[in-house]
């Protein structure tokens, strides 16, 4: 049973446009969101997090958005640089339970200059 | 860097044997995470350990264990392998109260069992 789902493997977008990575969750419980960005032979360093309390979080290009109603979140990367070419997880958990991390299988993010 | 280490990188071992992967923390870390990334697959959490003490597990084998030794360094011990458990895995750490703390993840360990 895939809690955290996003539906799209792979994502292409012109250097200096806006990026939109989506995902979405099935378990109500999660009240905690994180995206996480991954290149090739590294771990996933941390990008951004969004508290269920919140709707929105920026940080610099990076902005997420949380819809509660709709279990439905998105990352927001602009302008999109090359060095935004990455695999892109978006993760979350529950403060009710322990603080494991339930993963997306990711999306992997092309910038074309 | 994130300030996670693991080692090996890399290892290659056959069917039926058993591996030991180690895991360093972060400076002041206190919880340690163990995740496998099979090919194309998000990641899946194993175990957690804090300050020594197994705190939480998740989808790990029987023929998996852990443990954090005092010096909260972690060992994802990996016995009677199969071509199956050929996968990555990572270790992250966080400083482990029940906060919203983010876990920041090693670079791996990439196993490949023949």
């Known amino acids: 049973d895939q809690q955290v789902k996003q539906n799209s493997p792979s994502l292409s977008v012109q250097e200096g446009r806006i990026s939109i990575l989506n995902c979405d969750y099935t378990?109500?419980?999660?009240?905690?969101f994180l995206w996480y960005k991954k290149y090739p032979a590294e771990g996933p360093t941390f990008l951004i997090s969004?508290?269920?309390?919140?709707d929105k979080n920026e940080d610099g290009r990076f902005t997420v958005f949380l819809n509660k109603s709709a279990k439905h979140l998105s990352l927001h990367i602009v302008p999109s640089q090359p060095g935004d070419s990455a695999v892109y997880f978006c993760?979350?958990?529950?403060?009710?339970?322990?603080?494991?991390?339930?993963f997306g299988t990711g999306t992997r993010l092309t910038i074309i200059p | 860097d994130s300030g996670v280490t693991q080692t090996p990188k890399h290892l290659i071992t056959a069917t039926g044997q058993r591996v030991t992967l180690r895991c360093s923390p972060r400076?002041?870390?206190?919880?340690v995470y163990w995740y496998q990334q099979s090919l194309d697959q998000g990641l899946q959490f194993l175990i957690q350990?804090?300050?020594?003490?197994?705190?939480a597990k998740g989808n790990i084998l029987e023929r998996f264990s852990a443990q954090q030794f005092p010096d909260l360094h972690s060992e994802l011990n990996l016995s009677s392998l199969e071509l199956g458990d050929s996968a990555l895995y990572f270790c992250?750490?966080?400083?482990?109260?029940?906060?919203?703390?983010?876990?920041?993840f090693g670079p791996g360990t990439r196993l490949t069992v023949t």
């Open positions: 993760a979350a958990k529950s403060n009710f339970g322990n603080e494991k991390l339930t």
């Open positions: 992250a750490s966080s400083v482990g109260t029940r906060d919203n703390s983010e876990q920041y």
């Open positions: 969004i508290s269920s309390i919140k």
């Open positions: 378990n109500s419980m999660f009240d905690y």
């Open positions: 350990y804090y300050n020594g003490e197994e705190r």
């Open positions: 400076s002041g870390d206190l919880s």
